[in-house]
């Protein structure tokens, strides 16, 4: 058998398909992102925000339960399995969307959505980590997760113009059916498993292993459980993007194309900027970069609620996917810093809990909070929790060098 190497270098080919993988990953979830509050209005005259969201709701509970079992079967089931099973589940997805005739086939589509993305953007997450080794973790975040979010960012854009030039449905999903079969043949018959990496790794490593795996991830580890609620927090707020951004735009008489540039500019931001910010969290304190990026997004979140000109929205959502891009990939490497080896995966699972659940927790409060006291009270509430998040890093999280 080949010898065994850690590094980007030494792994480049198959680091560098996991890469186009994962940007396949963001991709189906960039066909919801655009589109599917108007779909809620137009077709099945949905008016309540809690209801519109709802979607949402489903789909950051079901991910966030599978990131947590892709993680503890990492191990035992093997990541290619479970990378190619994810995309197996795609494959009904953008035929529900393009058919549905209730609002609940949605809700069904965003079920499998769930799994899909708990299982593959999980599982190419761990295999890079397990590819590169120590010393390029934040670089390979940085580049998985730009891959990832700089297709969602650019596949809501192409939607949200397909949606405007030819209707709502089905023209924008048919990108679906091309991501799903490109995936899944890519990852069944290219992609190799990473286990054997992580024997080498675990051979040299120093770290000791936790005693509870679960709690000492979810808050009892003053690291780990820092970065788990900045987590949720940063997922919370993004829920509250996805849903309810796009019927902010709306109520301030921005029209279909224009909101989907707005709505772009977020994640495309968010994915370039990881370009850089993923090597700097190599070189950098990872603490200063979680507390700057979060407080980043808190204040772009407030200000918000005072915006009114396509420019204003346009400059708040850059501020926005500035901080999203300094922590979002921190998060992870900073995770891989903490955990020993062979309990990594189950860590980075349980995080991914955490994290997913913001967007369902997210999309709830902003939901309930916009129908009863009004839109800017939402955004204004979870810019503050956001702010809040920030300051727990701060007071409660240590440096590595420290640790």
């Not at 309540?48 to 789909?59: N, P």
């Not at 979140?301 to 000109?309: D, E, K, N, R, Y």
Request: a positive charge.
């Amino acid at each position: 058998m080949k010898k065994v190497q850690l590094g980007l270098k030494e792994n480049w080919k198959q680091f560098t398909l996991l890469v186009i993988i994962n940007a396949f990953v963001g991709g189906m979830v960039g066909l919801e992102r655009t589109i599917l509050p108007e779909i809620a209005e137009a077709d099945f005259e949905i008016a309540a925000k809690t209801a519109i969201l709802s979607f949402i709701i489903v789909f950051g509970v079901v991910k966030a339960i599978t990131n947590y079992f892709t993680g503890a079967l990492a191990n035992k089931v093997g990541r290619k399995n479970l990378l190619t099973i994810g995309w197996l589940i795609a494959l009904p997805i953008p035929f529900i969307l393009i058919y549905a005739t209730s609002w609940n086939w949605i809700i069904l589509a965003n079920v499998l959505l769930g799994i899909n993305q708990g299982l593959t953007w999980s599982s190419t997450v761990v295999m890079k980590i397990d590819l590169v080794g120590e010393r390029n973790r934040g670089l390979a975040m940085g580049l998985n997760e730009s891959a990832g979010y700089l297709a969602v960012g650019s596949v809501a854009f192409l939607t949200g113009w397909i949606a405007s030039e030819y209707g709502l449905r089905p023209y924008p999903f048919y990108l679906g059916i091309a991501f799903a079969v490109i995936g899944l043949l890519a990852s069944w018959f290219l992609v190799k498993d990473t286990i054997h990496h992580v024997t080498v790794e675990t051979a040299t490593s120093k770290l000791p292993q936790l005693k509870n795996i679960f709690w000492d991830t979810t808050w009892l580890h003053k690291n780990l459980g820092s970065i788990s609620q900045a987590g949720l927090v940063n997922n919370l707020n993004d829920g509250m993007v996805w849903g309810l951004f796009p019927i902010l735009l709306a109520t301030k008489h921005f029209d279909l194309q224009q909101i989907g540039k707005i709505v772009a500019i977020y994640p495309i931001i968010w994915g370039l900027g990881q370009l850089f910010t993923g090597k700097l969290a190599d070189h950098l304190d990872k603490k200063k970069m979680l507390f700057w990026g979060m407080l980043l997004q808190g204040i772009a979140l407030i200000i918000m609620i005072f915006a009114s000109t396509f420019l204003h929205y346009a400059l708040l959502s850059i501020v926005l996917g500035t901080g999203t891009a300094i922590v979002y990939q921190t998060f992870l490497a900073a995770i891989a810093d903490y955990a020993h080896p062979q309990q990594r995966t189950e860590c980075i699972g349980i995080f991914r809990l955490w994290r997913d659940l913001g967007y369902a927790i997210g999309a709830l409060l902003t939901g309930i909070l916009a129908d009863s006291l009004g839109i800017h009270w939402a955004v204004g509430t979870i810019g503050t929790i956001t702010i809040i998040s920030s300051f727990i890093i701060a007071f409660r999280m240590t440096s590595k060098q420290s640790a």
